[in-house]
Each structure stands twice: as structure tokens, then as C-alpha cells.
């Protein structure tokens, strides 16, 4: 080893031929800021330098060396010239709009560097540092943070040749005749998020309140999604992999989940039991019991899990739920909590080529409205935490909230909204859940499908499935 320090990577020549080329044609700015901001640059007058270019171009007032030398230091040199005289000399040898772009994802690429080797130095210090009481891996949280963000700010900066990766997917998708993704277990769901799978590199939300069943309906979708080879990580926050496992075969099996627990079952339901449990041990399943991750951490655990069970199958992330990830600022408020989580994950998605699954559930403020179905306020974050997604379905048992208005219900006024808000058939006695959606990409949101609970085995049925074994019956 040497103890000579190396310079930290940086290119002024790409520092300074953008900024000739800003300040030669301000259309260029609009260009060059969509891949980088001031802090990006290495020498800290030409982020000065570009950070008053933007103030101006956002006012519409022309940036040129004569105008933004009013706004910098009066009498600054730099090296043997002064900085009107400097500023003149980049727009001299400014390039062309085209280079300029290219150049700032130069620039854009030796800052994230210097903030890879930051980091590195940040851990190597924190495990130098540790106490006996600290997990040896919370040394390297820092850096995964950060890495996460620097993903999520380089995919972000957007990149050209955009026709041709788009004819790159079409080609694809006709060589695999589908669309690259996980299957749904339920047709309504596909129907009212207008995607015949979930895509890979999107992130999809469900929404419910507490005790509705989106746990039930999620278990539903991985073990559809294992039983045609799709890798499957569950990242809880309240449910144990046991849980999950008896819960899935009060579902497959008939055997409800109290049976279980309590050893009440014959010998036939005890083998479907053990055959259902050697083969779950056999597939690309995993589920980490969560306490504390942030999103960087959870992402960190979904890139690890992709790596180990790679097959060619999209892999499916779930994680159940948003409210109780740990958030980078605990002191901001719930919108920009949801939203800096959901871009992470949106950013998971993307550099994974899995298709991540995020559980919500609701707040309060739809539980006091006279009709209860969900909607985007009811989001945790409201509808501000809507934008990373790519579709967010909700799962609504009419039960639940019927039994809840007629345990309250005073007056015929009451009466009357019962009446009106729920379907006869929840009245009288059906356990139906409507599925429908607070965002959808491209489709048609308004589209809303029932399915059937069947609270015994803690599963959905489609009702068309329902009608369908009822005719079958009849003949």
C-alpha cells in the first residue's frame, strides 16, 4: 500500500467546455440540467457559475459572460485573469449542445464516484469504530443509503436514444410474445390495473385498511407467481415466514389456519400439509421478518436476493407495508416520507428487472366519509406518494366497514346512507370485496371488478368463478 493520496476524480475540461456552451446558447441549459445540478460540478465556482445560468434562463433573461458576471464575486481572478475575462474565455471554446450533454454525464459520472469513495471512507471509519453491542453490518448502512441514491439520481438523469430502446422492448416483447413479467393470480386484478402481469422494473401499490385481507390476497399472488417459477421475496413487517407458509396452505388446502396451529388435523390434511411444505422449501421463496430497514436497506436485501436466485423468471419484491419503513428525515412530513420511499423502490424495481409490490394501509381520514371506498388520500403520504407508481388497485371488503355503520346506526337518515353505500347482497350476509384502482398508468382507472372472501382460509375467489361452478352444478 501507499500512503500517497490519489486526487478524487474529476474532469474540469468537461466542467468548462458545458458551461462555454451554456453561455453561448441558454437553450442548451434546459438540456444539461436534466443530467446534472451545481453540486455535481467538481470546482466549486463553476456550480456558482452554472447555478446563476439556471436563476437567469428560469426568468427568461439572457445569460451570456457580461450579464453573469454581475452576480458573482466582484474582483475574483482566476489564476492570472480576472473572471469576466475567464468567463469569456469558456464561451469562446464552448462546444457544440450535443457534446455539451455528453459531457454532463461525464461530469455527472466523476461525481458519483467521488461520493462511492466518500462513502467507502464513511464505512471503513464507522467499522474501525464499532462497539461490541453494534450489528457489524449497521457499519455498512451508510453507504448502502447512499448507494440507493445514487442509483436512483443516475437513472434519473435521463438518457438519450430513447426511440431506440423503446423499439428494443417492442422487438422483445414479440420475440417473447408477452409481456416480461409475473402473473396475476385473479383476472380482476389484471383488468383494473390494465396490465396483463405484474411488468418487470414497475412498482405496483395495494391499498387497504387493517383487516381487510391485502396480506391474504398478497400470499394469494406469490404462491400464483411460484408455482410458474418466478422468484418470490416477501419483506414483512408483521408476519413471520411460518405465518405465511400456514396461511398459504389454509388457502391451497382447505385447512384453516386455527386447525393448524392447534394440531386439529387428520392424516390426509397433515400429508397435504407436509407435501405443501417440502415443496415451498424447494422454490425461490424467501421472507425476511423486518424491524427498522429504511428503503436503501430493503433494496439492498432485494438486489442480494435477485443475484442468489437469478433463473430468467422477473422476480417478485413484495413489501408489506410502506407506513412502517424507516424514512431518511423521521421529522418530515408524510408525503415527502412516501414519496422519497417510493422513488427508491420505484429505482429497486428498475435496476433489478423485478417487479415490486408495496402494501399501503389506509389512514384514517376515508374511515369517517359516508362512502369508505379508498382513494388516493387515503394513501399513507396522500396523493402527493402517488407519483412513483406505475398502478396502485385497492382491495375494499364491504363487510367490514357495513358492520361497523350498522353497529352505530341511530336514525333512518342512517339507515338511508347504509342503504345506500353497500349492495344488497353485503347486507344481506355476502362477504364481497371490490377491487379497483387509485392510479393506473395506462388504462382505464375507473374500471372496478368483487371477488369473494372466503374468511375461513383467509382467501379471495372470483365471483365469476363462483357463477361458474354454480352453473355447472345446475346441469
Avoid at 476524480?9 to 451554456?22: F, K
Wanted: proline share 4%; aromatic share 8%; hydrophobic share 40%.
Amino acid at each position: 500500500m501507499t500512503d500517497i493520496q490519489k486526487p478524487l476524480p474529476h474532469n474540469i475540461d468537461l466542467e468548462q467546455a458545458i458551461l462555454g456552451a451554456v453561455l453561448v446558447n441558454n437553450n442548451c441549459f434546459d438540456l444539461v440540467s436534466k443530467v446534472i445540478q451545481p453540486h455535481h460540478f467538481f470546482e466549486p465556482l463553476h456550480g456558482k457559475v452554472f447555478e446563476v445560468i439556471g436563476k437567469m434562463v428560469s426568468v427568461g433573461r439572457k445569460a451570456d459572460p457580461k450579464t453573469v458576471k454581475s452576480y458573482l464575486p466582484e474582483g475574483e481572478r482566476v489564476g492570472e485573469i480576472t473572471l469576466g475575462e475567464y468567463l469569456v474565455r469558456l464561451a469562446v471554446e464552448a462546444v457544440a449542445p450535443v457534446q455539451a450533454r455528453d459531457y454532463a454525464t461525464g461530469v455527472l459520472h466523476h461525481w458519483i464516484d467521488r461520493q462511492i469513495i466518500s462513502g467507502c471512507e464513511e464505512t471503513i471509519s464507522g467499522v474501525y469504530a464499532r462497539s461490541p453491542d453494534m450489528d457489524p453490518f449497521s457499519a455498512s448502512g451508510a453507504l448502502e443509503d447512499r448507494l440507493a441514491k445514487l442509483r436512483g439520481e443516475h437513472i434519473g438523469g435521463g438518457s438519450g436514444n430513447l426511440g431506440h430502446q423503446y423499439l428494443e422492448a417492442m422487438t422483445a416483447a414479440q420475440q417473447r410474445q408477452s409481456i416480461a413479467g409475473v402473473p396475476i393470480c385473479l383476472d380482476e386484478i389484471a383488468e383494473v390495473i390494465s396490465e396483463p402481469c405484474f411488468e418487470a422494473g414497475n412498482l405496483y401499490g395495494l391499498l387497504s385498511s387493517s383487516g381487510e385481507g391485502k396480506t391474504s390476497l398478497t400470499l394469494q399472488m406469490i404462491t400464483h407467481a411460484l408455482k410458474r417459477g418466478h422468484p418470490v421475496l416477501f419483506m414483512s413487517y408483521d408476519q413471520s415466514g411460518e405465518q405465511c407458509v400456514r396461511q398459504m396452505i389454509a388457502q391451497e388446502h382447505d385447512i384453516e389456519a386455527r386447525r393448524q396451529r392447534a394440531g386439529d388435523i387428520s392424516e390426509k390434511e397433515m400429508k397435504k400439509a407436509v407435501d405443501f411444505a417440502t415443496w415451498i422449501d424447494r422454490q425461490p421463496f424467501e421472507v425476511v421478518k423486518c424491524t427498522n430497514q429504511t428503503a436503501p436497506q430493503l433494496l439492498s436485501f432485494a438486489r442480494a436476493f435477485v443475484k442468489r436466485f437469478a433463473n430468467g423468471k422477473v422476480p417478485l419484491i413484495v413489501i408489506d407495508h410502506i407506513r412502517v419503513i424507516t424514512p431518511e428525515d423521521s421529522r418530515a412530513d408524510p408525503g415527502t416520507k412516501a414519496l422519497g420511499i417510493g422513488q427508491i423502490l420505484k429505482v429497486g424495481a428498475e435496476m433489478t428487472g423485478s417487479a415490486f409490490l408495496v402494501l399501503n394501509q389506509r389512514n384514517t381520514s376515508g374511515m369517517t366519509r359516508d362512502n369508505p371506498r379508498p382513494i388516493a388520500s387515503d394513501l399513507f403520504g396522500g396523493e402527493g406518494a402517488v407519483t412513483p407508481f406505475d398502478a396502485i388497485f385497492y382491495v375494499y371488503r364491504y363487510k367490514k366497514f357495513y358492520e361497523k355503520r350498522k353497529d352505530i346506526a341511530a336514525t333512518d337518515a342512517d339507515w338511508k346512507k347504509i342503504h345506500k353505500v353497500f349492495p344488497a347482497a353485503v347486507i344481506e350476509g355476502e362477504d364481497i370485496a371490490q377491487i379497483g384502482a387509485v392510479k393506473v398508468r395506462f388504462g382505464d382507472a375507473a374500471i372496478k371488478n368483487n371477488l369473494i372472501f372466503e374468511a375461513r382460509f383467509t382467501r379471495y375467489k372470483s365471483e365469476r368463478q363462483n357463477d361458474a361452478e354454480l352453473q355447472e352444478a345446475m346441469l
